[in-house]
């Protein structure tokens, strides 16, 4: 079966000509603004499937953008440039093929009222989508207009609702990104808990399948609002417009295989929640959002941290002679796209305790070990190192290297296994 490349193979042979390492890019004595150069939404047409959402830092383990249904394509990572937005969640991958995978942990604003939270609230865009690297914008045509930002380990929304209406915020434990291709690869829900705090909620979802037909896995999560609320608990089951309430505001916490999760109803037109997510518990979960986007935190200063987090571990590490703008903009928007995978999840692993760092979402080594893994090696030698140790740790313990690892379970191989290359291409240069 054969799988999408996520980064062009093109890209070795431009930066191969152009690279200098750990240059100081000084442009009329002001630091080069690398972030003008990238098209976030290059590559996310045509079977690119290129994630064009929020990524904080190379290798995120929070990619948060929008979910897009538009009749029976697939939109593997999330995106579709037609089509109904139907939540914004905090896991993608970039660049896929086969079936969609996560679009986990998502948020939906709603005006007008919640009489059932399992009827499909999706709503068409009256613009097109907006992304820089670490802000996405999206306007919807319920006149709510929805900004992400983010870190390595949560997530920031900003919603803009309209003054008339009953304004509300939906989390959907049962979310997740759909597969029409009728091959059995379409992922599942098996249940998971939803719990309201005292400015929010925490919670977990186990799900399962996907391209790689993974077995139940889990993701926590903690979130927060910052303005006062109203909220609903909600179960039930069913999908599409065939759905059925079980119970909607009569519990603080609801656990359980069926279909669950929380309204949130809000007297102001300005909103933001801040997210958490862990794969080992709601406390880390809240842990990370607590160190990483402590309340009061703005989403201009989360915006300015990613573009400079990015510029100082990526785009500052490259320089060219080029001044032709197309060429730019190719050059550091596939080497921003071949930094969004694989995830770090260094002390996120909850399959065995182990000091190694450890890293998921391979995607995958059949194609990148011919393509962008060896440039990586040369451009993030730390990081390099990491997931290096990373795949050999998860052979130490599970016995096999990973080809096409994603949600911690090896899945797919194809033509060999083609970890072997990645380490012996290392061995060589040492």
């Known amino acids: 079966m054969a799988m999408l490349r996520t980064i062009p193979t093109c890209l070795i042979a431009v930066v191969s000509v152009a690279v200098v390492i750990e240059a100081q890019n000084i442009t009329n004595g002001t630091t080069l603004d690398y972030s003008r150069y990238t098209n976030n939404f290059l590559g996310t047409t045509n079977g690119g499937n290129m994630f064009p959402g929020v990524v904080p830092a190379p290798f995120s383990m929070v990619k948060l953008g929008p979910d897009v249904v538009n009749k029976t394509t697939d939109a593997y990572s999330g995106y579709l440039p037609e089509g109904q937005i139907f939540g914004f969640s905090m896991m993608h991958e970039s660049g896929t093929g086969g079936a969609p995978k996560y679009g986990v942990v998502s948020q939906m604003p709603v005006v007008g009222g919640v009489p059932n939270p399992l009827l499909d609230l999706g709503r068409n865009r009256t613009v097109p989508d907006v992304a820089t690297v670490g802000n996405y914008r999206t306007e919807l045509n319920s006149n709510v207009t929805v900004e992400l930002a983010g870190t390595e380990r949560a997530g920031f929304y900003q919603y803009n609702f309209p003054a008339a209406g009953e304004k509300a915020v939906v989390v959907d434990i049962s979310h997740v990104l759909n597969s029409f291709r009728g091959f059995g690869w379409g992922q599942g829900y098996a249940g998971g808990s939803f719990a309201l705090t005292t400015d929010g909620y925490t919670g977990h979802g186990i799900y399962n399948n996907g391209w790689n037909l993974a077995p139940n896995w889990t993701i926590y999560f903690c979130g927060h609002f910052d303005q006062p609320y109203v909220a609903k608990t909600f179960t039930g089951n069913g999908t599409g417009n065939a759905t059925t309430l079980y119970s909607y505001g009569a519990a603080n916490a609801t656990s359980g295989l069926y279909r669950q999760g929380g309204v949130f109803t809000f007297e102001a037109t300005t909103v933001t929640s801040r997210v958490g997510i862990s794969f080992i518990s709601t406390a880390q979960a809240c842990s990370n959002v607590a160190s990483q986007i402590p309340a009061n ?64 979402d391979i995607f995958t080594f059949w194609d990148l070990f011919r393509c962008s893994t060896a440039l990586v090696q040369v451009l993030q030698p730390q990081s390099y190192e990491e997931q290096l140790r990373s795949i050999i740790d998860i052979w130490r313990h599970e016995g096999w290297l990973p080809d096409g690892r994603s949600s911690n379970f090896n899945g797919r191989t194809q033509g060999g296994s083609n970890a072997d290359n990645v380490l012996a291409d290392a061995w060589v240069k040492g």
């Open 297 to 360: 935190t703005t989403m201009n200063s989360l915006v300015t941290q990613a573009q400079s987090r990015w510029a100082d571990d990526v785009f500052s590490k490259v320089t060219v002679s080029e001044t032709n703008t197309t060429i730019l903009t190719q050059l550091y928007s596939y080497l921003y796209g071949m930094h969004l995978l694989p995830s770090n999840r260094t002390g996120e692993n909850p399959l065995w305790n182990s000091t190694e760092p450890s890293y998921d």
